[in-house]
């Protein structure tokens, strides 16, 4: 299959390294934890060597993107898999790394295809327990996906789990090679800007950044924003600051939004933005369910947001059972406070708003862990993958130029154009709305 595309004749000197296709349901940058992984990975890439395949919000629909950052002329929408699969095949990619998830058909179809049929080297990597979620709801479905990730497994030249618990539990059942840990991790440097000291009088301040599903955090957060809420009630200086994706905003803000004491609102801005706003908080929250449905999803994950709390500066509140990885690792280490069952939340919620010489103490116990979970050392291992240079490079279009000369799918042009123009404007709009916090953290 041809994509139609002249190839580019010749190099230029952003053609070093390898040609790289991402394949995940999550759009890198934004507001979320998953999408703030993809720039922590792949954020020296240059955008003429990487290549994305996302969601596009519409089921049909899959974005091509060059580069990690949005922009006019860099992402194309197409329905369905033909014409993403042959401009990747004109890419001629030297590596395609692959995050596996149920609710993307699409993409699962187009990485299966490079990299069984095609014979693309493949990374996998995978950050969530699913399979197991999905096999209590569908167990033929389960089956069928199992046969394609063994396949998969078989095939890889790598493979990278969330935490070393997932990385020896799927090896097991996946097979492969043996599976190596690839989580978040934060730079120093990006930390290093001067906290806003809080008052006496100010009261203490719970932020917590992220989703708010119900198969993972929604009961326990609303456990917290009940407890918080009685406390204001009482006449605690206590104020708990939510921030999540509109999905969940619009869903679940009501039971949130009549709680004294407590806020909700949505997460936007950049990622400098978000960490100037959890730095600002006296406690950072993380926060999963109690309920099998989410330990069978989340028991072997390690929060992508985990790391930045650590490093933010705040003491930080752990809600959830040790069953899974993130709080078991954080009581471990011994760098924030355990709420381990629903019913003693209250009072280890109380014990940190009255106690400032532990959430002192648990703020610089929780910076110290941070130094271990620098970007350098968390991303060592999937470094020996992506080095290397591209014997494909001699007449084959960069990502940058493939994108911008690529034809739209017959009669979907306006309907792209419009579609890729509103989440550009919905990304400025949110920046500007910003703003103006930005600036107070600045001065």
Excluded at 167 to 195: C, I, K, L, M, T
Excluded at 362 to 379: F, G, H, I, P
Aim: glycine share 8%; proline share 7%.
């Amino acid at each position: 299959m041809t994509s139609g595309i002249a190839p580019l004749t010749g190099t230029t000197a952003e053609q070093v390294g390898k040609r790289i296709v991402v394949i995940d349901q999550t759009a890198p940058g934004g507001v979320t934890a998953t999408g703030a992984l993809k720039e922590t990975y792949f954020g020296s890439i240059p955008a003429e060597r990487l290549l994305m395949a996302h969601h596009t919000g519409m089921h049909d629909r899959i974005t091509l993107r060059a580069g990690l950052q949005a922009g006019f002329g860099k992402a194309r929408i197409y329905r369905g898999t033909e014409r993403s699969l042959s401009l990747i095949r004109a890419f001629q990619p030297d590596l395609l790394i692959y995050r596996p998830l149920p609710t993307a058909p699409l993409l699962h179809h187009l990485a299966c295809t490079l990299a069984l049929e095609d014979g693309v080297p493949l990374l996998l990597w995978f950050m969530d327990d699913w399979p197991e979620r999905l096999r209590a709801t569908s167990p033929a479905e389960a089956d069928a996906i199992e046969r394609d990730l063994r396949r998969l497994a078989q095939r890889a030249s790598g493979c990278f789990a969330i935490s070393a618990s997932m990385a020896s539990a799927f090896h097991e059942r996946y097979g492969g090679p043996p599976y190596q840990v690839a989580h978040n991790g934060v730079r120093p440097e990006d930390w290093s800007f001067p906290r806003i000291p809080r008052s006496e009088n100010d009261p203490i301040l719970l932020r917590y950044s992220g989703a708010l599903a119900p198969d993972m955090s929604l009961a326990s957060m609303i456990s917290l924003a009940q407890a918080v809420s009685k406390l204001a009630a009482s006449g605690k200086p206590v104020q708990l600051e939510i921030r999540t994706q509109k999905t969940w905003l619009r869903q679940y803000a009501h039971k949130f939004r009549s709680l004294p004491g407590v806020s909700i609102g949505s997460a936007s801005g950049s990622q400098a933005d978000y960490r100037r706003w959890i730095a600002g908080a006296d406690i950072g929250i993380i926060a999963y369910n109690f309920d099998d449905e989410t330990i069978r999803y989340t028991r072997y994950s390690f929060a992508n947001k985990l790391p930045e709390l650590m490093a933010a500066g705040s003491a930080v509140l752990a809600i959830g059972p040790t069953d899974i990885e993130t709080i078991r690792s954080l009581q471990t280490h011994g760098v924030a406070a355990i709420a381990n069952r629903p019913d003693v939340l209250p009072e280890v919620l109380l014990d940190l708003v009255n106690n400032p010489a532990r959430r002192h103490a648990l703020a610089a116990a929780a910076q110290e862990y941070a130094k271990l979970l620098t970007l350098d050392a968390v991303r060592q291992a999937m470094e020996v993958h992506l080095g290397g240079s591209s014997p494909a490079d001699a007449g084959v279009p960069d990502a940058v130029s493939l994108i911008r000369r690529s034809p739209r799918a017959p009669g979907t042009e306006a309907r792209d154009w419009l579609h890729i123009r509103l989440r550009y404007l919905k990304w400025a709009y949110a920046r500007l709305r910003a703003l103006p916090h930005t600036l107070r953290g600045k001065a």
